[in-house]
């Protein structure tokens, strides 16, 4: 099996994925007009994600770190967020109810001008929203 680099992240309102059809441990089927937020990301992403078995069902955790240019405004909003690999598969991290996905942001003031500064997003959820994208047939 061939490494898998996520090169595109999305931000999707929670309440936008209430037409979405959720497969608990299987995958999640979008609906097609669903509106994103491109995240403008420096580099790759990279994600984390662990299962375990807990009370007789799947318990995942799962950590999602970007570097980006500057911060996105999140307010009050709960977020789902949608990784896209070198390879096109796309796994979706929340769902639309919760537990929703907690996010913070970093912001790095280096102290020579020859370093970069730079803000790091860290998602970090747990449940059971770490979802492979299905293709409707």
């Avoid at 980006?68 to 999140?74: E, K």
């Amino acid at each position: 099996m061939r490494t898998r680099y996520i090169t595109k992240l999305e931000r999707i309102l929670v309440s936008d994925l209430s037409g979405a059809t959720f497969i608990q441990n299987v995958g999640v089927i979008l609906p097609q007009n669903l509106t994103t937020e491109k995240l403008d990301i420096i580099g790759l992403a990279s994600l984390q994600v662990e299962d375990k078995m807990e009370n007789k069902g799947l318990f995942q955790t799962a950590k999602l770190t970007a570097t980006m240019a500057c911060r996105v405004d999140t307010g009050v909003r709960k977020y789902a967020y949608l990784c896209t690999d070198d390879q096109g598969g796309r796994t979706l991290i929340g769902t639309s109810s919760r537990p929703y996905a907690i996010t913070t942001f970093v912001d790095s003031h280096p102290e020579s001008g020859s370093s970069k500064a730079a803000v790091t997003m860290t998602v970090n959820y747990a449940g059971w929203g770490v979802l492979t994208v299905l293709t409707q047939v």
